[in-house]
């Protein structure tokens, strides 16, 4: 099965809502906005970039890219909030799929470092680690060359 990548559109949030089967859970005293609410609005924003993996013209996938700058890192980093997949569908090459797009906006975007929260499955740590992330205390990591430098991966 091919898999498309695109950046998400307003109507595809409720579906990425939906895949993401409770894990974007808002506490409503710390935001007055939903997840699904929070996430339309981050279609339009600079500092955020969300992707959706399609295939026959149904979502089965998609992610989250926030930037944020940082000193310490010499440049922006990049934070993966959220990567949903369809469990219909292959996990694998989804989720290869949106880490190559995640990662090649985030060069773009003139990131160092992508981070994301460390997947406690194995097997899901096994595809990050496959994608050139590695353990960072409670995090996984991986350096990125923004566009027009040149550094090397840790």
Not at 141 to 154: E, F, L, N
Request: glycine share 8%; charged share 25%.
């Amino acid at each position: 099965m091919e898999y498309l990548i695109r950046a998400a559109r307003v109507t595809d949030i409720d579906r990425l809502v939906a895949l993401s089967d409770g894990d974007l859970r808002v506490d409503r005293g710390a935001s007055p906005l939903d997840a699904a609410d929070l996430m339309r609005q981050l279609v339009y924003l600079p500092q955020a970039s969300i992707f959706v993996a399609e295939t026959q013209r149904v979502v089965v996938g998609g992610a989250v890219l926030a930037l944020r700058p940082s000193v310490r890192a010499g440049g922006f980093v990049g934070t993966i909030d959220l990567l949903v997949v369809d469990p219909d569908h292959d996990a694998d090459r989804v989720t290869d799929a949106l880490l190559e797009d995640l990662i090649r906006s985030a060069s773009n975007k003139g990131c160092t470092l992508v981070e994301a929260v460390r997947p406690d499955d194995p097997a899901a740590l096994g595809r990050w680690a496959a994608q050139g992330f590695a353990l960072a205390g409670p995090r996984i990591q991986r350096t990125v060359a923004a566009v027009g430098i040149t550094a090397r991966r840790t």
